[in-house]
T-cell receptor, first 114, second 114 residues
Framework: DTEVTQTPKHLVMGMTNKKSLKCEQHMGHRAMYWYKQKAKKPPELMFVYSYEKLSINESVPSRFSPECPNSSLLNLHLHALQPEDSALYLC?????????????FGSGTRLTVV | KQEVTQIPAALSVPEGENLVLNCSFTDSAIYNLQWFRQDPGKGLTSLLLIQSSQREQTSGRLNASLDKSSGRSTLYIAASQPGDSATYLCAGLYSGGGADGLTFGKGTHLIIQP
C-alpha cells in the first residue's frame, strides 16, 4: 500500500458544528502532516507529527485540533470554524520528518464553512 | 530563507508539443527535489523525486533534472497530451527548511490544447 487515504472527500459544515477529518497510511511512515491549501496557492503547513507526537504547530488557531491515535492514523478535529477556513485540507506522510525519500500526499478534503 | 521559484506561472501549448517547466532554488544545500502534479480540487500526486546525489529521473514521458550548482531543476514533458493539463508544483527539501523540511514553489498551471 503506497497511498495516503483521506476521508471525507467533501465536507460542508456550519460555523457551530464539530466535525473531523481523517487520514490513514500503511506505509510505515513515522511522520505525518496536515496542510491547508487555498485556491491557486501552494500548500501551507499546519501541523507536524513525528513518532505520534506533535512536533510543530505553525501558529494554527485552536479551532483546529490535531490528533494522532497511532502511527497509521491522523485526525483533524474542527470546531467553530469561520468561512475563511474554507479550503482544501491535505494530509501527507514521509518515512521521517525531512525524509530523503520524499513525501506522499492524500487526495484532500474539500471543506466549505457556511 | 530558502525560496523556490517556478517559471512560467502559466503555460498553454497545443497537443503533441514537448515542453519544459522550470524550478529554481536559492540554496544549493538541497537534499532532494520533488515534482508534483495537482488536478483542480485534488491532492498532490508525486511525479518524480530527485535526490541530491542524482542528476535526473525519468518516468514514461517525464524527465526531471537537478543541477545544484546552478540552483535549477527542470521537468520535461514529451509529446504532451490534453490529460497532462494540471498544475505542476516543485518542492525542495532542505536542512533547516520549513518545519516539514519542504519549500514549495507557487506552481505552473499547464493547459494542453486538443
Amino acid at each position: 500500500d503506497t497511498e495516503v487515504t483521506q476521508t471525507p472527500k467533501h465536507l460542508v459544515m456550519g460555523m457551530t458544528n464539530k466535525k473531523s477529518l481523517k487520514c490513514e497510511q500503511h506505509m510505515g511512515h513515522r511522520a505525518m502532516y496536515w496542510y491547508k491549501q487555498k485556491a491557486k496557492k501552494p500548500p501551507e503547513l499546519m501541523f507536524v507529527y513525528s513518532y505520534e507526537k506533535l512536533s510543530i504547530n505553525e501558529s494554527v488557531p485552536s479551532r483546529f485540533s490535531p490528533e494522532c491515535p497511532n502511527s497509521s492514523l491522523l485526525n483533524l478535529h474542527l470546531h467553530a470554524l469561520q468561512p475563511e477556513d474554507s479550503a482544501l485540507y491535505l494530509c501527507a506522510s514521509s518515512q521521517v520528518v525531512g525524509s530523503y525519500y520524499g513525501y506522499t500526499f492524500g487526495s484532500g478534503t474539500r471543506l466549505t464553512v457556511v | 530563507k530558502q525560496e523556490v521559484t517556478q517559471i512560467p506561472a502559466a503555460l498553454s501549448v497545443p497537443e503533441g508539443e514537448n515542453l519544459v517547466l522550470n524550478c529554481s532554488f536559492t540554496d544549493s544545500a538541497i537534499y532532494n527535489l520533488q515534482w508534483f502534479r495537482q488536478d483542480p480540487g485534488k491532492g498532490l500526486t508525486s511525479l518524480l523525486l530527485i535526490q541530491s546525489s542524482q542528476r535526473e529521473q525519468t518516468s514514461g514521458r517525464l524527465n526531471a533534472s537537478l543541477d545544484k550548482s546552478s540552483g535549477r531543476s527542470t521537468l520535461y514533458i514529451a509529446a504532451s497530451q490534453p490529460g497532462d493539463s494540471a498544475t505542476y508544483l516543485c518542492a525542495g527539501l532542505y536542512s533547516g527548511g520549513g518545519a516539514d523540511g519542504l519549500t514549495f514553489g507557487k506552481g505552473t498551471h499547464l493547459i494542453i490544447q486538443p
